[in-house]
């Protein structure tokens, strides 16, 4: 059996992956800093992690389909690459974030481009395919 886009694929696994990631960085955070469910605030830095998972969930809502509809429409292996941008630029991100929030730009930048290159990417080739 064979999988038609195995390179989104796998990067989709990486992505919900690192969303698993920052949940489980939520739940570390509120053993450590007190914080018990379902407050969302307190410490600033519980709430710094519970942003970080947050941004990550109003990202992922928009990255994913663009990534498929990029790998559809497009090509699966350069989707892929963005893909793997988006992956490690939410790393990035989060890494940054926890530490200080001013600090997230960069890993912001690397998750917002791919995705809006993929949607690039997409829209221009269905309506290409439309055109035709």
């Known amino acids: 059996m064979s999988f ?6 796998l ?7 690192v969303f698993f990631w920052t949940g489980a960085m939520v ?10 469910a379902p407050a969302t605030t307190g410490d600033p830095g519980f709430e ?12 992922i809502a928009m990255f994913l389909p663009a990534l ?14 963005a893909g793997a941008v988006w992956v490690v630029g939410r790393i990035v991100y989060a ?8 600090m997230r730009g960069p890993g912001f930048l690397m998750t917002i481009l791919p995705t809006s290159i993929l949607l690039i990417f997409a829209a221009f ?3 290409q395919s439309l055109a035709a």
């Open 27 to 36: 739940a570390r955070a509120r053993r450590r800093f007190g914080i018990k």
């Open 68 to 81: 498929w509809l990029a790998a559809v429409a497009f090509s699966d292996r350069w989707a892929a690459v």
């Open 48 to 59: 710094r992690v519970f942003r970080v998972q947050m941004n990550t969930l109003e990202q």
């Open 125 to 127: 080739s269905i309506v």
């Open 11 to 17: 990067a989709t696994i990486a992505a919900v992956l």
């Open 95 to 102: 890494r940054a974030y926890y530490v200080q929030a001013e």
């Open 4 to 9: 038609a886009y195995p390179w989104s694929g």
